[in-house]
């Protein structure tokens, strides 16, 4: 059984961090593009990263280039979005996703 399981949201303020964990299980992490998804309240789901299977490469949308980054530990079968100078358009269900699974989705509210 496929499983991903998001963790690490929460609120914080505008200028913030947060670190984001997806620990998978049922699959062969390693052989899959892991990515990151976004979800605003009203707005359709968004890519926000993806990485390679090895991890050699990796994709941002450009509203979260320089400021997000996604990582992956094939041993722990998890995949991380480390997230800094967070902006409160950046809240949202943050989701990860390999091939057709989603996790269930952990919410990130930038506020002060």
């Known amino acids: 059984q496929v499983q991903l399981v998001e963790s690490g949201g929460g609120l914080v303020q505008p200028g913030g961090s947060l670190r984001l964990s997806c620990a998978t299980s049922?699959?062969?992490?390693?052989?899959?593009?892991m990515s990151w998804y976004r979800q605003a309240p009203g707005k359709e789901r968004e890519l926000v990263a993806h990485?390679?299977?090895?991890?050699?490469?990796?994709n941002y949308a450009d509203s979260v280039r320089g400021r997000f980054t996604i990582s992956r530990d094939n041993i722990k079968r998890t995949v991380y979005l480390q997230m800094i100078n967070l902006k409160p358009e950046d809240t949202a269900v943050y989701y990860c996703?390999?091939?057709?699974?989603w996790g269930q989705g952990t919410q990130v509210t930038v506020s002060s």
């Open positions: 996703k390999a091939h057709i699974w």
């Open positions: 049922g699959f062969t992490f390693s052989m899959y593009t």
């Open positions: 990485i390679t299977g090895t991890g050699g490469s990796t």
